[in-house]
């Protein structure tokens, strides 16, 4: 007889279960601030973006926000993703390069570990990632780059994570300027109620579908103290939560949401010392303070339940002052005013509109004008309604003057030229100009002079690639302050792939252990990989740069193996022409 196995999402639906135990007041309380915080940060995106931007920009992107029709038209809409394709070019040559980077354990630098990190960002996919969010800073600037350390991967032994958030549930502190110096920011997922209860089993038990403030059982708990120590704008805490669960897409499915707050409340602790007197001693208590959550706070809830509240797990990097959260802003362009800059796809979706209406309006006028008509002599005895006009049909008239066939006048040429203009206009508001594109200009041009054009013409691409450099210091130092604090365990990130090869191994950093990590950053400039690519087997051919470094570079698959065997051979060609007789 066959086991009988049911799907984790419905075990225990058909079963009565026991009153679930709802938010207390404290809980609620701390689920009302969350929600002006996030109102506050919707409210500031809405402003500079406009309402529904990122939903707008996921249906220009995947191109279906046309209405289609069973009936034909006389006006099919034209696509032209002319924009969609520049913008995905743009990302991948910003994110064309892996990082390289130093680490050094007490003073010293620190070969192994830097060849086992350089593993775990590959295995990780951590580029592929990159360019997830450098595709989406190109429709919402900025996009998020989320990281975590999760310890069930790899056996056991852990890994850290990275991925692209979507940018409609990132919810940052309005008044910031950047990632360093917000004061809050939410962010939210949604999970099946059973991944609730395994990823939080202590109070994701209470956690029900569909369930808000007002479906649970009401109970008072005295006593608590989850409140957040943050000055709120004065108006009504309570607002309306997000929609949700009620919508067809997400299912039974319920959302949690995550809080990373530099919450400034203070514990008070006493300081007992001696003080001298003229009767001696006495004893003295002097009243002090500190910070209850001196690198931040995290607060997961649901639903108005809280799952998690405590101090903010994150390591701090070694520029932040009070902490630092596991998001990264990723911009595409500069943001003097705000945390939000201008999405790039504005700078060239007008021009693209105008380009499809221009190109549907021509479709349109070559359909019901360009028809050529026929013209047939009343004295030809021709039935008209048996003439079809068909290939290779034939016709008995009488007369001089066979049927004739007239064509209208031609659309003016420049008519068609317009939209072509405005796509090469979107073309070079992006950043990609003839140079560019590899289209030489009039007249011999020397390589030089064309390698000193097309750099000047790729201005956009380096200062994109400048603002995505602190992004990459960010998330290389935070990947590995991860792993130095998470990773407790040795773990084999490379196996052998020769007996000369050892491969790489973890292992974990001693507590009392300084160490720091440095990005070089002309390893994640465009301009300088390209350079480099150009450079390199020119110098190789003098001899002046080993066949490992050269090989790397050029990201020639196991350039490791073929430059040790390339040093083989030639040790090997040197010692033949000492034992060759003279």
């Given at each position: 007889m066959a086991a009988m196995v049911e799907a984790p999402f419905l075990v225990g639906m058909e079963k009565k279960s026991e009153p679930l135990r709802g938010p207390s007041p404290a809980e609620m309380k701390v689920s009302r601030q969350l929600d002006?915080?996030?109102?506050?940060?919707?409210?500031?995106?809405?402003?500079?973006?406009?309402?529904?931007?990122?939903?707008?920009?996921?249906?220009?992107?995947?191109?279906?926000?046309?209405?289609?029709?069973?009936?034909?038209?006389?006006?099919?809409?034209?696509?032209?993703?002319?924009?969609?394709?520049?913008?995905?070019?743009?990302?991948?040559?910003?994110?064309?390069?892996?990082?390289?980077?130093?680490?050094?354990?007490?003073?010293?630098?620190?070969?192994?570990?830097?060849?086992?990190?350089?593993?775990?960002?590959?295995?990780?996919?951590?580029?592929?990632?990159?360019?997830?969010?450098?595709?989406?800073?190109?429709?919402?600037?900025?996009?998020?780059?989320?990281?975590g350390f999760d310890g069930n991967t790899r056996n056991g032994k852990g890994s850290v994570w990275l991925r692209a958030r979507d940018p409609e549930t990132v919810h940052p502190d309005p008044h910031a300027k950047n990632d360093r110096d917000w004061s809050f920011v939410l962010f939210d997922d949604w999970f099946y109620v059973d991944e609730v209860k395994r990823r939080w089993p202590e109070q994701g038990h209470r956690v029900r579908v569909g369930a808000g403030y007002d479906d649970y059982q009401d109970y008072a708990e005295s006593g608590s103290h989850f409140d957040l120590s943050m000055d709120l704008p004065p108006g009504p805490l309570r607002v309306d939560a997000p929609e949700g669960f009620e919508h067809q897409r997400n299912g039974p499915r319920v959302r949690v949401r995550y809080a990373f707050v530099k919450d400034y409340a203070r514990d008070s602790i006493r300081e007992i010392a001696g003080e001298k007197t003229a009767q001696g001693f006495e004893l003295v208590i002097k009243p002090m303070a500190k910070w209850s959550y001196p690198g931040g706070r995290f607060i997961a809830e649901c639903n108005g339940i809280i799952l998690a509240d405590g101090p903010n797990w994150t390591p701090r990097l070694p520029e932040d002052d009070f902490g630092t959260f596991p998001l990264f802003g990723v911009w595409s362009m500069p943001h003097p005013s705000s945390i939000y800059g201008p999405p790039p796809v504005r700078y060239g979706k007008g021009p693209q509109d105008i380009a499809e209406r221009m190109y549907t309006q021509l479709i349109e006028n070559m359909i019901r004008t360009n028809n050529v008509q026929c013209w047939i002599p009343r004295d030809s005895n021709i039935d008209i309604d048996a003439y079809g006009g068909l290939p290779g049909e034939v016709q008995v008239y009488d007369g001089d003057k066979p049927p004739t066939m007239t064509s209208p006048p031609q659309i003016p040429q420049h008519m068609t030229q317009i939209p072509e203009v405005l796509l090469q206009k979107v073309a070079r508001y992006i950043g990609f100009t003839p140079e560019r594109q590899g289209q030489a200009g009039d007249g011999n041009i020397s390589p030089e002079l064309f390698d000193a054009s097309l750099f000047q013409s790729q201005s956009l691409?380096?200062?994109?690639?400048?603002?995505?450099?602190?992004?990459?210091?960010?998330?290389?130092?935070?990947?590995?302050?991860?792993?130095?604090?998470?990773?407790?365990?040795?773990?084999?990130?490379?196996?052998?792939?020769?007996?000369?090869?050892?491969?790489?191994?973890?292992?974990?950093?001693?507590?009392?252990?300084?160490?720091?990590?440095?990005?070089?950053?002309?390893?994640?400039?465009?301009?300088?990989?390209?350079?480099?690519?150009?450079?390199?087997?020119?110098?190789?051919?003098?001899?002046?740069?080993?066949?490992?470094?050269?090989?790397?570079?050029?990201?020639?698959?196991?350039?490791e193996e073929m430059a040790a065997e390339a040093t083989r051979q030639l040790e090997l060609a040197a010692l033949a022409k000492l034992k060759r007789p003279r």
């Open positions: 002006t915080l996030q109102r506050m940060a919707d409210q500031e995106r809405d402003q500079r973006w406009g309402p529904n931007w990122v939903a707008e920009m996921k249906d220009f992107y995947e191109l279906n926000y046309y209405p289609s029709t069973a009936t034909p038209s006389y006006r099919p809409r034209i696509v032209l993703p002319e924009l969609q394709y520049l913008l995905m070019s743009e990302s991948t040559d910003l994110t064309n390069d892996s990082p390289k980077c130093y680490i050094s354990v007490n003073g010293k630098r620190d070969e192994p570990r830097e060849n086992a990190f350089a593993a775990s960002w590959k295995q990780g996919l951590f580029n592929n990632r990159i360019f997830d969010a450098v595709f989406w800073s190109q429709f919402a600037n900025p996009a998020w780059l989320h990281m691409l380096r200062m994109k690639a400048r603002l995505l450099a602190e992004t990459y210091q960010r998330v290389t130092q935070m990947a590995f302050y991860m792993m130095a604090r998470f990773k407790v365990v040795e773990d084999r990130l490379k196996p052998a792939r020769s007996d000369t090869d050892k491969g790489c191994t973890w292992t974990p950093l001693p507590g009392s252990a300084e160490c720091d990590l440095e990005l070089d950053e002309t390893s994640i400039d465009a301009m300088s990989s390209a350079i480099m690519r150009k450079l390199v087997p020119a110098l190789a051919k003098m001899n002046m740069i080993p066949a490992k470094f050269a090989l790397e570079t050029l990201g020639v698959p196991h350039a």
